[in-house]
C-alpha cells in the first residue's frame, strides 16, 4: 500500500511569488490534515478536511493560504504571495474515517518550503 | 488552549543507555496523548498513544510511555537505546476541540 506523498519535496521562491504544495493520501482516507514547521518550533496543526469538505481550518494563519481537496482525493495548499515567514517544513497526513484524531494518522515526508 | 511542553531540545546518549523524554502538557479535561518519531530521511510516525485504560503504554521498537494525570505529564522511556533509536521524537496532546497540539520536538542522538 502506498503511503501519503507531498510533491514537491522541496520549493525555493521568492518572496511575492505563488507555490502550490500538493499532498496525495493513502487510498479510501477520508481524513486529510495540513500541518508546518517553522524551523526548530512546534509542528502546528493547518486544517483538516473530511473528504472533500473542510472540517476545520482554524490553524489557517492567513487568507494568502488557501487549501483544496476536489473530489475528495488529493489536496493542494497554494501560498499567495509568498512572504519570509511561510518557510518551513509543510507536511500532510490522512487518517481513515471516523472520529477525528482517534485514528492514526499517517505523514507524508513533508515539503521543505524555503521563501527568500 | 492546550500546550505542550518538551523540556529537553537535544540529547545524546551512548548506546544501552536508559532514555527519558519528558513532556507536559497543559489542559484540564480528557486527552489523547501521542508520540511520533521521525527517524533521519523518513517519513513522522506513530510511536505510541494512549487515549484511556492502563497509564503505561507500550509501544514499538521497546519505547513505552507513562501518564501521570496528577503531574500533567507523558514522559517517554526506553531502557536500553541503539543507535538506530536516533531521531527526532514529539509528543503530541489532543484534548478539548481535539486538535492535536505538538511539542517543539526532542532531538536525539546515540554514539554506538
Known amino acids: 500500500e502506498a503511503g501519503v506523498t507531498q510533491f514537491p519535496s522541496h520549493s525555493v521562491i521568492e518572496k511575492g511569488q505563488t507555490v502550490t504544495l500538493r499532498c496525495d493520501p493513502i487510498s479510501g482516507h477520508d481524513n486529510l490534515y495540513w500541518y508546518r514547521r517553522v524551523m526548530g518550533k512546534e509542528i502546528k496543526f493547518l486544517l483538516h478536511?473530511?473528504?472533500?469538505?473542510?472540517?476545520?481550518e482554524s490553524g489557517m494563519p492567513n487568507n494568502r493560504f488557501l487549501a483544496e481537496r476536489t473530489g475528495g482525493t488529493y489536496s493542494t495548499l497554494k501560498v499567495q504571495p509568498a512572504e519570509l515567514e511561510d518557510s518551513g517544513v509543510y507536511f500532510c497526513?490522512?487518517?481513515?474515517?471516523?472520529?477525528?484524531?482517534?485514528?492514526?494518522?499517517?505523514f507524508g515526508p513533508g515539503t521543505r518550503l524555503t521563501v527568500t | 488552549a492546550q500546550s505542550v511542553s518538551q523540556h529537553n531540545h537535544h540529547v545524546i546518549l551512548s548506546e544501552a543507555a536508559s532514555l527519558e523524554l519528558g513532556c507536559n502538557y497543559s489542559y484540564g479535561g480528557t486527552v489523547n496523548l501521542f508520540w511520533y518519531v521521525q527517524y533521519p530521511g523518513q517519513h513522522l510516525q506513530l510511536l505510541l498513544k494512549?487515549?484511556?485504560?492502563?497509564?503505561l503504554v507500550k509501544g514499538i521498537k521497546g519505547f513505552e510511555a507513562e501518564f501521570i494525570k496528577s503531574k500533567f505529564s507523558f514522559n517517554l522511556r526506553k531502557p536500553s537505546v541503539q543507535w538506530s533509536d536516533t531521531a527526532e521524537y514529539f509528543c503530541?496532546?489532543?484534548?478539548?476541540?481535539?486538535?492535536?497540539?505538538f511539542g517543539r520536538g526532542t532531538s536525539l542522538i546515540v554514539h554506538p
Open positions: 503530541a496532546v489532543g484534548g478539548g476541540s481535539y486538535i492535536p497540539t
Open positions: 494512549y487515549f484511556s485504560g492502563d497509564p
Open positions: 497526513a490522512s487518517s481513515q474515517g471516523g472520529t477525528g484524531f482517534r485514528h492514526e494518522q499517517y
Open positions: 478536511f473530511v473528504k472533500e469538505s473542510k472540517q476545520d
